[in-house]
């Protein structure tokens, strides 16, 4: 009964260890072609379709020289340590500058008069207008870029340019 259960025990240790392991960029195509009963699973349960596209906020400043600064990203969160596979809290504020970037995007394919007003470009608004700086700014600007999660090597496109705004 011992070797069985040992077999149990390590077969589904295997598997496991292969489903984290399809992950890794180098060893996906290894696995996934000798998977012949498709056995190792693709957690996709809420993207049928991945995402194709990342959203970068850059924003920058006008000084009291009538000096503009070069773009600053804004980044959402704080860099990304082992633990955060199970426990992520500043993996809200990700989603949020998506969300938000997403509905801003959309406003600004629309033509929509009142994006100005709307409450997405009031967030992200607010987001770059309180990002610590080294020097108080007499007004600021953001961009929203959309570049290829897939493709290294494709050039960026501006979605949106805002207007400046006094600080």
Not at 47 to 59: E, K, M, S
Not at 67 to 90: G, L, M
Request: proline share 6%.
């Amino acid at each position: 009964m011992r070797l069985a259960e040992a077999a149990v025990w390590g077969l589904f240790g295997l598997w496991a260890a292969l489903s984290l392991l399809v992950y890794v960029p180098r060893l996906q195509r290894v696995i996934r072609s000798r998977d012949l009963f498709v056995m190792i699973p693709e957690w996709r349960f809420f993207a049928p379709i991945p995402a194709r596209h990342d959203y970068v906020l850059l924003y920058r400043d006008l000084d009291a020289a009538e000096t503009w600064s070069q773009w600053h990203e804004w980044v959402a969160a704080a860099p990304r340590h082992w633990w955060n596979c199970v426990w992520n809290p500043a993996k809200r504020a990700n989603k949020g500058l998506l969300d938000l970037t997403v509905e801003l995007s959309r406003r600004a394919q629309d033509k929509d008069p009142a994006i100005e007003l709307s409450s997405a470009y009031l967030a992200l608004l607010n987001a770059v207008s309180s990002q610590p700086r080294l020097v108080t700014p007499k007004r600021t600007q953001f961009m929203i870029l959309m570049q290829s999660a897939i493709k290294a090597d494709a050039k960026p496109q501006v979605l949106y340019l805002s207007n400046f705004h006094d600080l």
